[in-house]
């Protein structure tokens, strides 16, 4: 066999390129095929990518290529037409998709640009947010900080703390080096250094108040910067080499200032301000900030508003005082007033009792002298006795009458009475005054005016008599007529009277009585003193000295009290005058009209009471034989004790009538000690109080213990006839207070 020494050949360089470019497109077919997996990857995980379809399309693009490549390593052999086809068709795919999305691309970049703009502005905005919260930050500080000086400031109403506490706080909370306040001088051309941060007791600083620096803060509500070397500024130690802090002025308002007496503040600021200085530390870099400015200038108002609140306490606190003073001063004046008032009243009460008990010896003694023979000269006397010791009496009553209206403890005694009844009585106790003086009195009532009415006939009668007794007593000659009827409501209101405010109703009417004479007259200057208690016009003064001028005084309060007005028309002296006054009366029902027809009084006439057996308890001997003489003429048995004890030895159930003077010591007890001895109401004889003093609290004491009637002195012989009629008739006598 045949040996065959030979070297095999080594591959040409066209083939070595042709298998690097096999491996070569190998391997770029799978990157290009791993690309679009790793892009689907992505295009699945991100939810927000807006540009998927251009991914999807970018995505086609390679997988071409890799094709491209993949199909070119047939391409390095002999190969086939079909591959030929195939491996052309590859590339124009390649082609136009690379061309689509190169085209593509031109579109898509500006808008990726505007992505990276807009990414750009959020940063820019996302920066400004961080400045706005920062400030937010900086005003919710700043805010805190107001609070607190707030806080500060106004946990005192004291001024100077206040101003002192702004001070220290201001200085704590913006770490200055110093704060000053500059206070108005009580001149006003001045400012004066009051408060300072760092000196104790800083005097002797004083600067002009119209400085172009001060004018220029004064003129602005905002806080200013100055220069350091202000004169309002040159107040902290001498900072050598060192460079001054800025320096900040503001004005605080003055509101009130009349009362803070510091150094001759004024006393009125309305429009004056005072002058906060602030400085920084001196050699720092350190500048006012907006916020720290804004914190001051709020402190300022909060300082005004702080000192305003203080003058208003210190303000409420002095009238407080004044108020107490005045209270401490009336409270004194009105002890003084009651007991002045009650002083008089006891007076009152002890001169009343006292005046009536010797009235009573008059009155009772003139009476049955009178009944008596006499001399025309003595019956003369006795009848002017009579007739002054009734005016006396009348005096007595007019002054407890208007004391109790003044203390108004007075009431009206409301009862149903005969009302043309009451006008024909005083009538008749006028006429025989008149005949005396030649003078005509004529009484008209109308024709609707009702028979009877509710209302205190006691008062309306004293009303009546008085403006009567007047005319009687004013009028030397001519005519007096009393005329009464039901005032219309067009004349109720009356311009004299703006206070009187009538109200018609079905229930009540108004009766005006006018009372016209032909007397002296009045000067109508002089009508409204009429009215005055004790006191008289000076012609009826000059004219007539008689009188105690209460007359008007306790008829005008008496109209008050029934709800009514007085008033008096004059045409002047010499012309006469009509005295005029409306007083509201009541309209009983008609059944109890009907059941109690009203008629005149009985006339009971020289009549006796032969045989009546009467005691009378008193311990005055003086009045107790007075009241027995009454009654001895008027034909009584009477027997007279002046204890209690002997009352209850001597009387007996023949006793048909007990006179007692409750003003006695222990008056009232025997009254109690004689029921407890009559069990029986008809054993026991009738028990009458008689006293002196016209206090509605005796009235009330007598029917407490059970009393059977009160009678008040002075009591003549046709009252004590009277009351022995009416007492044994009704078993029961009340006499109105």
């Known amino acids: 066999m045949e040996s065959c020494n030979c070297i095999e050949p080594q591959w040409p360089a066209e083939e070595l390129l042709m298998k690097y470019q096999y491996i070569s497109d190998f391997f770029i077919a799978l990157a290009y095929f791993s690309i679009p997996l790793e892009l689907i990857y992505f295009v699945k995980k991100s939810a927000v990518f807006p540009y998927r379809w251009v991914l999807v399309q970018f995505g086609a693009f390679i997988v071409l290529c890799g094709a491209t490549h993949l199909i070119n390593l047939w391409t390095f052999n002999m190969h086939s037409r079909t591959v030929a086809v195939v491996m052309t068709t590859s590339k124009v795919l390649t082609a136009v998709v690379s061309c689509a999305t190169a085209l593509m691309l031109v579109h898509i970049i500006p808008d990726l640009l ?9 940063k820019n905005k996302a920066a400004e947010l961080d400045r706005e919260m920062g400030l937010i930050r900086t005003q919710e500080e700043t805010g805190r900080h107001v609070r607190m000086l707030t806080h500060e400031i106004r946990s005192t109403l004291d001024r100077h703390t206040i101003l002192k506490t702004t001070l220290v706080e201001l200085g704590r909370t913006l770490v200055l080096e110093e704060c000053a306040l500059w206070m108005p001088t009580r001149t006003g051309l001045e400012l004066q250094l009051s408060y300072t941060l760092r000196q104790q007791n800083p005097v002797g600083y004083n600067v002009p108040i119209q400085l172009p620096v001060i004018n220029q803060v004064f003129s602005s509500n905002r806080a200013m910067k100055i220069s350091p070397n202000s004169p309002v500024a040159r107040i902290r130690p001498f900072a050598g080499k060192y460079m001054p802090g800025e320096v900040v002025a503001v004005r605080v308002p003055l509101l009130h200032l009349s009362n803070f007496q510091i150094n001759d503040w004024p006393e009125l600021s309305t429009r004056r301000y005072a002058l906060m200085v602030l400085m920084l530390p001196s050699d720092s870099a350190r500048q006012w900030h907006v916020h720290e400015l804004e914190l001051v200038e709020v402190v300022a108002d909060q300082v005004a508003v702080a000192l305003s ?12 005082d004044l108020l107490m003073d005045q209270n ?60 002054s010791s009734n005016l006396l009496a009348t005096l007595i ?40 003086k030649k003078l005509h009195v004529t009484l008209n009532l109308a024709p609707d005016l009702p028979e009877c009415a509710i209302g205190d006939e006691k008062r309306l009668m004293q009303t009546i008599l008085n403006v009567v007794g007047n005319a009687l007593k004013f009028s030397k000659e001519g005519s007096i007529s009393i005329t009464a009827f039901v005032a219309k409501s067009e004349s109720l209101r009356d311009s004299r009277a703006p206070d009187f405010f009538p109200a018609p109703s079905d229930d009540h009417f108004y009766l005006r009585v006018q009372v016209k004479d032909a007397g002296q007259g009045v000067n109508p200057q002089e009508i409204p003193k009429l009215f005055t208690k004790f006191a008289q016009t000076q012609t009826l003064a000059t004219r007539n000295s008689s009188g105690s001028g209460l007359g008007l005084a306790i008829c005008k309060r008496f109209v008050n009290l029934m709800e009514g007005h007085i008033w008096i028309e004059s045409e002047g002296l010499g012309k006469g005058c009509t005295v005029i006054f409306i007083v509201k009366l009541c309209i009983p029902e008609r059944s109890n009209e009907s059941k109690s027809p009203f008629l005149p009084k009985a006339n009971h006439g020289q009549a006796g009471f032969p045989g009546l057996k009467v005691l009378v308890l008193d311990h005055n001997g003086g009045s107790r034989m007075v009241t027995k003489g009454l009654l001895v003429h008027l034909g009584c048995d009477v027997t007279t004790v002046s204890s209690i004890d002997e009352c209850l030895l001597v009387v007996s159930q023949e006793h048909k009538v007990l006179f007692m003077d409750v003003c006695m010591p222990d008056g009232f007890e025997a009254a109690a000690r004689l029921h407890e001895k009559f069990t029986k109401h008809h054993e026991r004889p009738l028990i009458v109080a008689l006293t002196g003093n016209a206090d509605k609290v005796i009235k009330e004491n007598c029917m407490r213990v059970g009393m059977d009637g009160v009678i008040l002195k002075p009591v003549s012989v046709d009252k004590m006839r009277s009351v022995l009629s009416d007492l044994l008739e009704h078993r029961v006598l009340f006499e109105a207070m």
């Open 114 to 122: 505007s992505v990276k703009t807009r990414e750009l502005f959020l």
């Open 309 to 320: 609140h203080a003058a208003i306490l210190e303000e409420s606190m002095r009238a407080r």
């Open 328 to 387: 401490v001063a009336l409270d004194h004046a009105r002890r003084e007033a009651e007991t002045a008032i009650r002083a008089r009243n006891d007076f009152l009460a002890v001169m009343n009792h006292e005046m009536r008990t010797p009235m009573h010896a008059i009155i009772a003694l003139s009476s049955l002298l009178q009944e008596t023979e006499l001399t025309p000269e003595q019956r003369v006397m006795v009848e002017t006795i009579l007739k």
């Open 397 to 436: 009553n007019d002054v407890l009458d208007l004391s109790r209206l003044e203390d108004g403890s007075l009431q009206l005694d409301l009862g149903t009475f005969n009302l043309h009844a009451l006008f024909r009585e005083v009538l008749n106790l006028i006429k025989p005054i008149a005949s005396v």
